[in-house]
Nanobody, 130 residues
Framework: VQLQAFGGGLVQAGDSLRLSCAAS?????????????MSWFRQAPGKEREFVSA????????KYADSVRGRFTISRDNSKNTVYLQMNNLKPEDTAVYYCAAGLRLIRSSFDQKTQYTYWGQGTQVTVSS
């Protein structure tokens, strides 16, 4: 599975952005994509990569980091093999490279664990100015 994230950019505090992550390269196309838990992580300069949000298609289970809950919304369109991250009311501390990731057979308590994900996108930069 190849993942390509895009949609990042330079915005001001309070603005919105929508990130997209398109998956390709797997067999059975839409059905296969639907079996993956898709997630977003981010990494700011000098910091560890941290969990942002996840969406498991099988039961539409979602999870958010406390720092983004209420501002970010994850969604997915299995017909397009794409997962989205709508980011509203952006803050300077949201500045980071955002990565999408895909994993199989994750339990909800492990959504935020980087080691559970098999496939990673290349990242897209989000910069929020104050």
């Amino acid at each position: 599975v190849q993942l390509q994230a895009f949609g990042g950019g330079l915005v001001q505090a309070g603005d919105s952005l929508r990130l997209s992550c398109a998956a390709s390269g797997h067999t059975a196309s839409e059905r296969a994509f639907g079996t993956y838990t898709m997630s977003w992580f981010r990494q700011a300069p000098g910091k560890e990569r941290e969990f942002v949000s996840a969406f498991r298609a099988s039961d539409r289970s979602t999870k958010y980091a406390d720092s983004v809950r209420g501002r970010f919304t994850i969604s997915r369109d299995n017909s397009k093999n794409t997962v989205y991250l709508q980011m509203n009311n952006l803050k300077p501390e949201d500045t980071a490279v955002y990565y999408c990731a895909a994993g199989l057979r994750l339990i909800r308590s492990s959504f935020d664990q980087k080691t559970q994900y098999t496939y990673w996108g290349q990242g897209t930069q989000v910069t929020v100015s104050s």
